[in-house]
């Protein structure tokens, strides 16, 4: 490895010929996957916007749910949904989520344990 003017070790540069795995690849790069950062900053926003009062907008969008039929096929993909998966993969309800976000503390040490357990595809 060399080093570059700002005392940060560089990694030796990997050609388009060789042949490495993603997960080498980011090893190599010391970066953790793009689905980990989402994953947090998603959860980071969640716990922001559960804190904010009952009737700031981005509560209520996040807490709405549409009336009404909704066309065939399979349902959109939404935030909330997406977080009450990830929920329900440790084990939380979007109650105790609520509860548990009034708690910064507590709200950091779930956020990091969901990402520590990752999602089914990653890892």
Same mark, same amino acid.
Request: proline share 3%.
């Given at each position: 490895?060399?080093?570059s ?9 990997i ?5 490495? !795995?993603?997960?080498?690849?980011l $090893?190599?790069?010391?970066? $953790? !996957?793009? $689905?980990?950062?989402l994953? $947090? ?14 009737? =700031?907008?981005t509560?209520v969008?996040?807490q709405w ?11 959109m993909?939404?935030w909330?949904r997406? =977080?009450? /998966?990830? =929920? /329900?993969?440790?084990?939380? !309800? ?5 509860t548990?976000?009034?708690?910064r503390e ?5 956020? =990091? /344990?969901?990402? /520590?357990?990752?999602?089914?595809? !990653?890892e």
């Amino acid at each position: 490895m060399s080093k570059s003017g700002r005392g940060q070790k560089v990694p030796t540069r990997i050609f388009w010929p060789q042949r490495i !795995s993603n997960e080498e690849l980011l $090893e190599h790069c010391q970066q $953790e !996957s793009i $689905e980990k950062i989402l994953v $947090e900053r998603r959860w980071k926003w969640v716990g922001h916007v559960l804190r904010k009062s009952q009737n =700031a907008i981005t509560r209520v969008a996040v807490q709405w749910k549409p009336e009404g039929r909704r066309k065939r096929g399979r349902p959109m993909t939404t935030w909330r949904r997406t =977080a009450e /998966a990830d =929920a /329900a993969t440790m084990g939380q !309800s979007w109650g105790t989520l609520r509860t548990l976000a009034q708690d910064r503390e507590k709200w950091r040490d779930f956020v =990091a /344990a969901l990402v /520590a357990h990752g999602k089914k595809g !990653s890892e």
